[in-house]
Each structure stands twice: as structure tokens, then as C-alpha cells.
């Protein structure tokens, strides 16, 4: 069974700060995702990483997927209060033409204006 | 464009009582299509996924099923709810391999 254990659980912060978020695991993934999600909706995706060491951008968001491809960094520069939400970071595995997600608990991130 | 559609959004269910979810996609075909359920504003377990017509699979033994009668469309149900399946219900499809998933808005049970 693969786990994925997200850090912090619970993060508060000003706006204009800066937080970095992470998601380690001592499995090896495909992929590695992550979502935002707002209370009484379905999580919605941010980005997907593929290739070990890779780095998107999402205007102030940016994510890194580890060497291994064991863990992942979500960094959010200059928190504005709309980033308020849940994130989820969740790994890939494939298996019988499936593509299974095995999610964190979460992140609660609140920016307080 | 490709949606996803989950109802209710809410349901309210006495303990005993049975449970029929259903989730619909449109503008794809032979999507593989899973079963969530997220406890309270935290992470997400999957119940079950489907990767065609008639084929579930079952990643935790509990008081509920799935069936896959049409290619786009999941049904999760349950002859006798139980107070444990109180949470909040997520439907999820994908295409492929680092495609993501795309959930649909999910049902909030209580089952009393």
C-alpha cells in the first residue's frame, strides 16, 4: 500500500507571504498530482508532474517532483487570500489499464487579508 | 467538452435504509471511472474503480457496492446503510495515464 504524508497539516499565514508545502512518500509514482479543494466541492486539479526533478509554474504556484519521484513540493509565492483551500497532493500507479490516485490527507492552508 | 455530473449533493438516510449514488460523464467514452470518500475536509479513499462496462474492482471491504451499467455511468449503492457511511462522496474520471482526474461535486450523506 502505497502512503503519502503531507506537511503541514494546518497552515496559517498573511498575505504577501510566501509557504512551501510538501509531500513525501517511500514509494515510487508515475505521477505525482495536485489538487485544491474548496469545502462542499470535488478537489480540482493543479498540475501534473511526470519526470523526476521537474518543475512547473502555475503564475505564483510552483511544483517540483523529487529525483526519485518519491516526493513533491507544492510553493506558493506572495499567498493571496483566494488561495485559501484544501490541497491534495495524490500519487499515480498503474495497473490492470487503471490509473489509480493514492492521496495525502491534505493540506488546510488559510490566508488571513 | 468533457463534464461530470454526481447526484444529490446532499442526502440525509436512517440507518438501514438503502442508498443509490449516481455519476454521469459526458463527452468522453470509456472513461475509468472511481469512487471516493473523503472524511471530513481530508484526504480521499478510493472505494472502488471501474475501467469498462460491468468491471469493478473493490479496494476496501464495506457495506457498499458499484455497478457500471452504461460506459458512462457509475452507481454506488447500498442495501442497508450503516452510521459509518456518513461522509462525503466523490465520483472521478479519467483517460489515461498522468491525465489527472476530474471529480465531480460530490455528495455529502448522513446517515442517522
Known amino acids: 500500500t502505497q502512503l503519502l504524508e503531507q506537511s503541514p497539516q494546518f497552515l496559517s499565514i498573511q498575505e504577501g507571504e510566501n509557504l512551501t508545502v510538501y509531500c513525501n512518500s517511500s514509494s515510487v509514482f508515475s505521477s505525482l498530482q495536485w489538487y485544491r479543494q474548496e469545502p462542499g466541492e470535488g478537489p480540482v486539479l493543479l498540475v501534473t508532474v511526470v519526470t523526476g526533478g521537474e518543475v512547473k509554474k502555475l503564475k505564483r504556484l510552483t511544483f517540483q517532483f523529487g529525483d526519485a519521484r518519491k516526493d513533491s513540493s507544492l510553493h506558493i509565492t506572495a499567498a493571496q487570500t483566494g488561495d485559501t483551500g484544501l490541497y491534495l497532493c495524490a500519487g499515480e500507479v498503474t495497473g490492470a489499464g487503471s490509473y489509480q490516485l493514492t492521496f495525502g490527507k491534505g493540506t488546510k492552508l488559510s490566508v488571513i487579508p | 467538452s468533457q463534464t461530470i455530473h454526481q447526484w444529490p449533493a446532499t442526502l440525509v438516510q436512517p440507518v438501514g435504509s438503502p442508498l443509490s449514488l449516481e455519476c454521469t460523464v459526458e463527452?468522453?467514452?470509456?472513461?475509468?471511472l472511481y469512487w471516493y470518500r473523503q472524511a471530513a475536509g481530508r484526504g480521499l479513499q478510493l472505494l472502488f474503480y471501474?475501467?469498462?462496462?460491468?468491471?469493478i474492482s473493490s479496494e476496501v471491504p464495506q457495506n457498499l457496492s458499484a455497478s457500471r451499467p452504461q460506459d458512462r455511468q457509475f452507481i454506488l449503492s447500498s442495501k442497508k446503510l450503516l452510521l459509518s457511511d456518513s461522509g462525503f462522496y466523490l465520483c472521478a474520471w479519467n483517460n489515461g495515464a498522468n491525465y489527472g482526474y476530474t471529480f465531480g461535486s460530490g455528495t455529502r450523506l448522513t446517515v442517522v
Open positions: 471501474s475501467v469498462g462496462i460491468g468491471q
Open positions: 463527452g468522453t467514452s470509456n472513461p475509468n
